[in-house]
């Protein structure tokens, strides 16, 4: 039960893919505004990323304090279930300084009744962008259906305002488009008021609200889920007194007639306070003007074993209805619903789309014979009809994929030349996204993923083999001891199959809504560069061996002739001596998105400059294949590294105090790494000992490679053969929540902390399961002191161990910063 639980809470924090104002899934005519300043600022122009016209939408007049007669309305054509809204102010090359500093959100089903957005306290202004290029992404708590979406900016005084926008959620599957109940009541209990009424319902009579956003009440029903509510705030409860017919009725309709299986109620058990899960439900179903004589009853048994909340299924047989009708009797005192949700089977649905499907064709055909429809030959004529008009769908469905793919391949020269014009741009300020997760996925998606490939590679790519001077060296050795440095600092996997992929990380909360904010922003560029990385002559690289495989690209060993003139800023390092570097490459097949991804990520990762993050030398994107060319660190992974040694081994250390004195050291560094990415508010999300290399004199510096390693294939998770993740080392608000911030960066440093003071000698929660390891983050969730923390590692001070636990907290706020981390592990150095 824990487990289905805990799945649930996952499927509802990750429904948060693009819904296509950036990838273009929304066409142009899907977008519209009250008004445009002009016709290179209409509302197609309003799309989050692009800098088509004149960079945005704009609407033909300054906006106005308490005016909200402007916005910005996208038309997602079926109810979606939107959970995140990104903006943006106007690109114009740096000319222009418009944006909406604030802005609300109204939303509307059918495009008649239109409902403004509000937090769970009420609070209607979302707080917006402080400059043109950052995008800010706000969490929309509680979450919206709708098919109609309307940004409005709001300001303090006359000013223009310019918008690019992005909505994030996925489609709206349960196709309930309203629900009415009567009103939730007040409870007294134990000297403090409970109220149940249903807070987020946005109908004055029909309408929907917190029965169908996606989350649910805990065992206890004066406690909440969210932050900072009364008592009662997750439950719609009623009182028996309140019914004389001992039951309460409520009423669901739908978009279209449906084929309905199931209905799941989430109750409150809590029996010894007086409240019981419901004792009878009776289900009334209509597809038409009248309802249906014979209802499905449904009897509850009464449980006083266990007072946990939970599903209750509701059998509903298939039955055919767009309008459901159910009653629910008391058990006891009170009843007390958190979430209803219904399934529907697919055999009608099929059925409907089928007969939609052919019915433009086949049987206007067949309609010309009505009269003489039973003649065999005739209906015979007629089935032929249809199965050769499927035939030729599916040919020219066939076709237009290959055409596709053609169009592509004769296209990505001209891309190329784009793409590198766009990387020299010093202004131009890019966003850094997520890839896909799906090696299928082409020109429609938005972003491509890097996966470990098997471990049958005998033979350098043949992207290396077209390198001139790239030879293959067999027998080195090494590769057990490298590992490749693919230094993207881009998420490496994504909560679920629903996650927003957006580069973000957290600012302050502000407004009771988790703000967001693309990490590229406000990245200074080094003193006397201009942060463009020179073109290194690749017939100096000679390939040494393979480091490592991704599904867009590889990353290899190998030795650089002249590569110290391109390290402008290491002014004594003069040798003429081939260097040892690692290069990332791009496959020349990648497709649009890919390509573009790899040379945003040369930009950012051009800017970073610290002592303990790994560095980008040089690039190679004048022609094929694209490569990136970092730093390589002799002595291979932290991880590695401290598990050949021991506490003990002489060579190492000398005694424990000097051991542990070494590795706090170690730590210290990665932490001083930590604290530069958290001063740009860059979120790693993968932190761990396997994703930070070790040079010479014991020098740390952190990379993000780990995923593309079989050896560490064993620290990611996956969900549903896709999604992986490194949950040994991730925050609880992070596997549950989707949320991911400086904050669950510290938690990440605290398990890497451990990592390193136990010699990598096990896997963190070695005991757990996966499975066991996602129940344990549900600890932390419901805070009831039962979750199980990693123990003292051997030999560990107790105030490391105290700084452990600290980076542990439940409360993100209480977890120390990466300064007073740095500064705590320094006075062990001291």
């Known amino acids: 039960k824990k487990r289905v639980m805990l799945l649930l809470h996952l499927l509802n924090a990750v429904c948060r893919y693009p819904l296509g104002m950036t990838g273009g899934q929304i066409q142009d005519e899907d977008i519209s505004a009250s008004s445009q300043w002009s016709e290179s600022t209409a509302a197609r122009y309003g799309r989050l ?36 809204v990104g903006t943006q102010g106007r690109h114009a090359d740096g000319a222009g300084n418009e944006f909406a500093q604030r802005y609300k959100v109204k939303y509307s089903r059918d495009g008649t009744h239109w409902v403004s957005w509000r937090d769970r306290q009420g609070r209607q202004i979302i707080e917006g962008n402080s400059n043109t290029y950052d995008v800010v992404l706000k969490d929309l708590e509680p979450p919206i259906i709708a098919r109609f979406v309307r940004f409005m900016p709001v300001t303090d005084t006359s000013m223009i305002v310019c918008m690019r926008v992005e909505l994030y959620g996925c489609e709206w599957l349960d196709g309930l488009v309203s629900y009415s109940a009567p009103a939730g009541q007040q409870m007294t209990f134990r000297g403090q008021q409970i109220y149940l009424n249903d807070t987020v319902y946005d109908g004055a009579i ?21 932050y900072g509510v009364w008592p009662g705030y997750d439950y719609v409860g009623w009182t028996n007194a309140s019914f004389p017919g001992g039951s309460v009725e409520m009423t669901f309709e739908f978009d279209r007639i449906r084929n309905f299986t199931s209905m799941k109620v989430h109750c409150n058990n809590m029996y010894t306070w007086g409240v019981k899960m419901f004792r009878l439900a009776v289900c009334y179903f209509r597809s038409d003007s009248d309802w249906e004589p014979n209802p499905v009853v449904f009897k509850l048994k009464s449980d006083h074993i266990s007072p946990s909340a939970r599903f209750v299924t509701v059998a509903l047989g298939n039955r055919m209805a767009s309008t459901i009708r159910c009653r629910f009797a008391f058990n006891d005192i009170w009843m007390m619903f958190s979430e209803i949700a219904f399934q529907s089977g697919n055999s009608g649905l099929i059925t409907l789309h089928v007969l939609s499907f052919i019915s433009s064709a086949p049987f206007l055909i067949c309609s010309l014979f009505h009269d003489s429809f039973y003649n065999t030959r005739i209906l015979i004529g007629c089935l032929v009809a249809i199965i050769v008009i499927l035939f030729a769908i599916i040919i020219i469905i066939l076709w237009r994929q290959v055409w596709q793919k053609m169009i592509e391949k004769a296209s990505r020269r001209m891309l190329d030349d784009e793409l590198t014009v766009r990387l020299s741009v010093q202004r131009e300020a890019f966003t850094h996204r997520h890839s896909s997760l799906s090696s299928d996925v082409e020109s429609n998606s938005t972003y491509e993923r890097i996966f470990p490939m098997g ?26 001891q490298y590992l490749p440095i693919l230094m993207s600092f881009q998420t490496q996997f994504i909560v679920a199959p629903h996650y927003a992929e957006a580069d973000i990380v957290s600012q302050q909360e502000a407004a009771g809504a988790h703000s967001y904010r693309v990490t590229v922003v406000n990245m200074p560029l080094s003193p006397g560069r201009d942060g463009a990385l020179e073109e290194f ?32 800023d290491h002014c004594g390092d003069i040798s003429d001596e081939p260097m040892l570097v690692a290069v990332k490459t791009l496959r020349e097949d990648a497709n649009k998105n890919a390509r573009n991804d790899f040379l945003k990520e040369i930009r950012i990762i051009s800017r970073l400059r610290d002592p303990n993050i790994i560095r980008l030398l040089a690039v190679c994107v004048e022609s094929d294949p694209l490569c990136m060319i970092t730093e390589y660190m002799e002595n291979g992974d932290l991880n590695q590294f401290l598990s050949r040694h021991e506490l003990q081994e002489e060579g190492l250390l000398a005694g424990i105090s000097a051991t542990i004195r070494i590795l706090i050291h170690m730590a210290s560094q990665i932490s001083s790494g930590m604290k530069y990415l958290s001063s740009l508010n860059f979120v790693h999300r993968d932190l761990a000992t396997r994703n930070c290399l070790v040079g010479t ?47 669950s960066d510290v938690w990440a440093f605290g398990v890497t902390l451990w990592e390193i003071l136990t010699l990598c000698k096990e896997q963190p929660y070695a005991e757990f399961t996966d499975e066991q390891v996602i129940e344990n983050t549900g600890e932390f969730f419901r805070d009831q002191n039962k979750q199980v923390y990693l123990p003292k590692p051997h030999c560990c001070p107790d105030s490391v161990y105290s700084l452990m636990l600290s980076c542990w907290k439940r409360n993100a706020k209480e977890r120390p910063t990466f300064l007073e981390i740095h500064s705590t592990l320094m006075e062990y150095h001291d």
């Open 537 to 568: 002559p690749r017939e100096r690289l000679t390939f040494k061996e393979k480091l490592g495989e991704g599904q867009f690209g590889e990353v290899h060993l190998c030795e650089a002739e002249g590569m110290q003139e391109f390290k402008k």
């Open 49 to 84: 990323d692009f800098d088509d016209g004149d960079g945005a939408w704009c609407p033909d007049v300054m906006a106005e304090p308490d005016n909200l007669k402007e916005f910005l309305q996208i038309d997602l054509r079926t109810l979606h279930f939107v959970t995140l």
């Open 206 to 226: 029909k309408g929907l609200g917190q029965l169908t956003d996606g989350s649910w009440g805990l065992d206890d029903f004066t406690k909440s889920q969210v």
């Open 455 to 480: 471990s049958d590679y005998q033979e350098p790519s043949q992207l290396l083999r077209k390198l001139p001077e790239f030879q293959a060296t067999e027998n080195l050795g090494r590769t057990a």
């Open 697 to 743: 004199n014991n020098t740390i510096k952190i990379a993000d490679f780990g995923m593309s390693r079989n050896l560490y294939r064993g620290d990611y998770y996956r969900i549903q053969g896709r999604a992986v993740l490194p949950i040994r080392w991730m925050s609880w608000e992070s596997i549950l929540l989707g949320k991911f911030t400086m904050a």
